[in-house]
């Protein structure tokens, strides 16, 4: 009887992973989708091979101040302005 409940207790962990793991992917398209309108249609973003890997946040100092997020992908790193 203990087995059995130890053995359910483990199917339910990995669907549990497989579903946060799911969610993430979605939240990493959903976001690369964000960026891709933000830059228009004159930049493939979207690909098979790119995943979102970090989205970071940075100021870029010139003669004004202008706080922008980044998207950093596996093949190139994109800075996009806050709308």
């Not at 946060?20 to 960026?35: F, G, H, P, W, Y």
């Not at 930049?43 to 940075?58: E, Q, T, Y």
């Not at 010139?62 to 706080?67: E, G, N, T, V, Y």
Request: hydrophobic residues 50%.
């Amino acid at each position: 009887m203990l087995a059995l409940l130890f053995a359910a207790i483990g199917k339910i962990k990995l669907i549990a992973d497989a579903v946060n793991e799911s969610k993430r992917a979605l939240e990493n398209l959903t976001t690369m989708i964000s960026v891709q309108n933000r830059l228009g249609s004159d930049f493939d973003l979207i690909a098979p091979h790119r995943h979102l890997v970090r989205k970071l946040h940075f100021t870029l100092t010139a003669s004004f101040h202008l706080c922008m997020p980044s998207a950093q992908f596996d093949s190139l790193v994109l800075a996009v302005p806050v709308p």
